[in-house]
Each structure stands twice: as structure tokens, then as C-alpha cells.
């Protein structure tokens, strides 16, 4: 046995591993800073229509989204095909999106109201009608700060 | 003597640390949302009187149908074509007659010059897709970029982005985003 041990006596000393859990540690703090957590289930199909013109919304903490689509097959049997509108985890009706507002609008800081954003993330085949019913009802709620949500198109020949 | 509290064993930390890394990798989504930016406009009080009537030279109509038609000053036209049209509404470089009037508006940096009093309407049916839709604001949207983008260039050699914040203002001043929103109608079917 001993045969195989110390038989070279300039072998390579082995790779001090002591550092790696700061590494990783530090690695783990990067990803912990940097990730948001999905906070929503959707509970729609939703494909955002592509665009070029696009600007970033700048800080997350003052957006509200409004998902419009075609429910999930599992939910189809209750609320059928057609596209609904979900707030939060729910599906919801028009008219809901004003106590939704405000809502949101109560959970921050009176300071921050006026820069407040409503992003509407809705599905490319939705057709208007129930999109101008919802910015209808946010003119009503005056939240007049809105965003149509939407991909970077790639460019193809 | 008392005895030595034997150490803590630190090896297992490393494997800790990686589970721990691994979750975030998974559950991190780095995307940042965009979209194109928009702002509607106020609700109307109940005993606003109308406004008064603009110029048909001053209105660029554009109309989508339900089966995701454009209809754009009369002519029917695809979706790629429109910013070209938009564009040349905007800017009227050779003050047609039919492309909207201008007024002499003191902007600064730039002195006195002559600002479009073009509006964009935009009317779409009940049936339109709310893809078309995007398409079409895109497009619009686009062309004033682009409009503005010019202008930096000529007059400051750089691009729009890269302005100071006044200077920025002074060229939306003088192409503002007039894209107006008209109800929708229902017409084509469904």
C-alpha cells in the first residue's frame, strides 16, 4: 500500500479548497441581489406583442401590472376561452380595476403615487374591445401612466 | 483544565452554499419588463364643451379595421409604410399645402422656428388585434423618434439619447407625441 503513497516526493501539493466557499458565497449574494421573484402566477397564455421603440420600466416597485388573455386550459371550463383580465392571482371583471388601483396606490408612499405605472401585459391575439374598456376604467381611476408591454423584435430578413 | 471545545467543521459549508446557489440560480429571472410608454389622457369633466374643430390639413387619420386593415389618410396602406407617411406628416420639409400648418414658437437653443400643429388620430375597431395595434403605435411612435433623432444630430452632433435633459426637451418641443386615441367603433363584425 504504502508502496503507492510518497512515491514522488515533488508531487504537486493538493489545491487549497478553503477559498471556495467564498467564492460561491459570493457568487450566491450576486444572484440574491439581482433576482426577482415571480410574484404572480399567470393564469392566462400570454404572448406580448414585439415592438422596436421600446423603453425600460425603471423601477419595479411602482408598477402594477394587468394581465389580459385566454385562460389556461385548466380554468377554461369555468371562465371559457375568451380573454379575461387577472389582477393579482385572480381573474377579474372590469369594473375591478379601479379597487385594484387603488389598492396598489394605498401600498405606496403618497410621494410615489404620481409616478406610478400601470403595465399592461396583454396577449398579441386579444382584440381591443376589452383593452379600451381597461383604459377607460384607468382614465376613471386616474392612473394615466400606462405601458403596453412588449418584446425587442428581432430583426429577420 | 477545562476541556477544548472541539471546532466546528467548516468543510460542509462549501455544499450549503452551493444549494443555496443553485435555488437562486434557478428562480432568478433577470428580464427587465419594457414596453412602449404611453400616457392616456384625462377624463373629460362632465360640462367640458367641445373643443373646437382642427383643420383637416392638421390631422393624419389613421384608421385599423377588424380584420387588421389600415386605413391612413384615405389610402389603404400595410403597417410597414406608415412611418415613412408619419414622418413626412411631421416634419412637412416643403410646407405642402395638404400636410399640416406650422406656428413660430420660441424654443430655446433653437431661437425661433416654425413647430407642426399635426396631430396623429388614431381610430381602431373593437376587433382589432391588439398585436396590429402595438404594430401600429410602434410605427408611430417610431417616426417621431426618428424625427427627433435627426434633428440631434443636425443640430448637436449627437444622438438623442445622449442629451442633456434640456436639450432633450427643446427637441420634443418642437415634435411633440400628439397621437390622439379615438373611442373605438364597432363595425366590423363579431
Known sequence: MSKFRNSGAKELPPISTASLPDIVFMLLFFFMVSTT??????????????????????????????????????YQK???????????????????ITDYITAEREARDEAEVPSMVTSLKVD??????????????????AALNINYSSRKKVERD | MAKKIPEIPAASLADIAFMLLIFFLVTTTMDVDSGLRR?????????????????????????????????????????EDLKEKAK?????????????????????????VPV????????????????TYIAVQNELVGAINE???????????????NLERDQQKAIQEIYPQKISEAEPKRVGGN
Do not use: C, W
Open chain 1, 78 to 96: 369555468v371562465f371559457g376561452s375568451e380573454p379575461r383580465i387577472q389582477l393579482n392571482d385572480q381573474f377579474a371583471n372590469v369594473s375591478d
Open chain 2, 116 to 131: 407642426t400643429k399635426g396631430i396623429i388620430s388614431l381610430r381602431n375597431d373593437v376587433g382589432t388585434q391588439y398585436g
Open chain 2, 39 to 79: 400616457k392616456l389622457p384625462q377624463m373629460p369633466p362632465p360640462d367640458q364643451e367641445a373643443p373646437p374643430p382642427i383643420k383637416e390639413r392638421n390631422i393624419f387619420v389613421v384608421l385599423v379595421n377588424a380584420n387588421n386593415q389600415l386605413l391612413v389618410e384615405g389610402e389603404i396602406m400595410r403597417v
Open chain 2, 147 to 161: 424625427l427627433r433623432e435627426e434633428l440631434a444630430k443636425e443640430k448637436f452632433g449627437k444622438s438623442f439619447e
Open chain 1, 124 to 141: 398579441e391575439y386579444t382584440t381591443m374591445g376589452i383593452v379600451t374598456d381597461i383604459k377607460q376604467e384607468l382614465r376613471k381611476a
Open chain 2, 88 to 112: 413626412e406628416f411631421m416634419a412637412n420639409p416643403a410646407d405642402d399645402e395638404n400636410l399640416p400648418e406650422k406656428t413660430l414658437k420660441e424654443v430655446p437653443y433653437f431661437g425661433e
Open chain 1, 37 to 74: 421573484m415571480r410574484e404572480v402566477t399567470l393564469k392566462v397564455k400570454l404572448t406580448v406583442p414585439e415592438a422596436t421603440e421600446l423603453s425600460k420600466l425603471e423601477k419595479k416597485s411602482l408598477v402594477s401590472y394587468i394581465y389580459v388573455g385566454p385562460p389556461h386550459k385548466q
